[in-house]
């Protein structure tokens, strides 16, 4: 296996909105759109479609919505191997956008909380070259970095919120580590420049921040590299941070160099936010 995901897989409940409600108010749902969606679902379908071969490692209920999971990521040929079925409901996000792309976002978290690492995960995680782990729990990272050949990390807002101190023996496993501008300030509580050098210095080679409209710039030791961002109208970002490590991903597991691999992942991610939906990159692009 080429590149592993492990973390959230949920069916997403995407509600478009002309505004959001304030207290009592009622706002009227102009369209519900619903797909497969959780941060290693919307990763390895991505990767997928890029041609790269990839599995997941996630948790779905025994349920007719685990069944529609299980068989959506067999027909985008995402190995299914441990994508283990739990009793219980699969996991639900609702998320209303808005007509600028701003979200609101509520969890049900269902089968991810019985997500617990054993012998079958680690031999999974042992026989891949890359290990990406975003959107899960912290004893749930813990265990599974241990094992890595080479790890990705994204700790997104569900783990930042802990602090660089609670998250520092995991981050000094990642050889990549993904966070946007408000994650970096929720793990260190330090502006961008200071925040990344306090990653840099937990011995991470790359630290790898998306900006929004801005782009995304890589820093290491020696500096950093920036790349734009692609000149789009956003129509729903949901997923936008997992088709960026994607494509950043996909484009360094073909020895592409980091700029190529920066400039790449903006693309993928540009195409995701055209539509809505966390899915929307193209297969074979």
Excluded at 30 to 48: E, P, R, W, Y
Aim: hydrophobic residues 40%; contains cysteine.
């Amino acid at each position: 296996m080429d590149i592993v995901g492990l973390g959230t897989c949920n069916a997403d409940f995407i509600l478009k909105i002309p505004r959001f409600a304030c207290g009592d108010d009622e706002v009227e749902v102009k369209q519900i759109f619903s797909s497969l969606g959780g941060s290693a679902s919307n990763f390895t379908v991505t990767l997928a479609r890029l041609n790269i071969k990839t599995g997941i490692m996630a948790r779905i209920g025994d349920d007719g919505l685990g069944k529609w999971a299980l068989d959506k990521f067999k027909r985008e040929e995402v190995d299914v191997g441990r994508l283990v079925t739990v009793e219980g409901s699969t996991g639900m996000t609702f998320i209303a956008v808005d007509p600028s792309a701003e979200r609101s976002i509520y969890s049900f978290t269902g089968a991810n909380k019985q997500f617990i690492v054993d012998k079958e995960d680690i031999n999974y995680i042992k026989n891949s070259k890359i290990l990406h782990i975003s959107g899960t729990y912290c004893e749930v990272a813990d265990k599974a970095s241990k094992y890595a050949n080479e790890l990705s990390f994204n700790p997104g807002s569900l783990l930042s919120v802990y602090g660089v101190e609670k998250l520092s023996h995991i981050i000094k496993r990642a050889k990549f580590l993904f966070l946007n501008e408000k994650e970096l300030f929720l793990l260190t509580k330090k502006d961008l420049e200071e925040g990344v050098q306090v990653i840099l210095d937990l011995g991470v080679p790359f630290v790898i921040v998306t900006m929004g409209g801005d782009g995304a710039s890589l820093y290491n030791q020696e500096g950093f590299i920036h790349s734009s961002a692609c000149d789009v109208k956003a129509v729903d970002t949901t997923g936008a941070g997992d088709a960026f490590a994607a494509g950043f991903l996909a484009a360094y597991s073909r020895d592409k160099d980091l700029h190529q691999c920066l400039n790449y992942a903006n693309l993928v991610a540009s195409v995701c936010i055209k539509e809505f939906g966390p899915m929307n990159v193209p297969r074979g692009f």
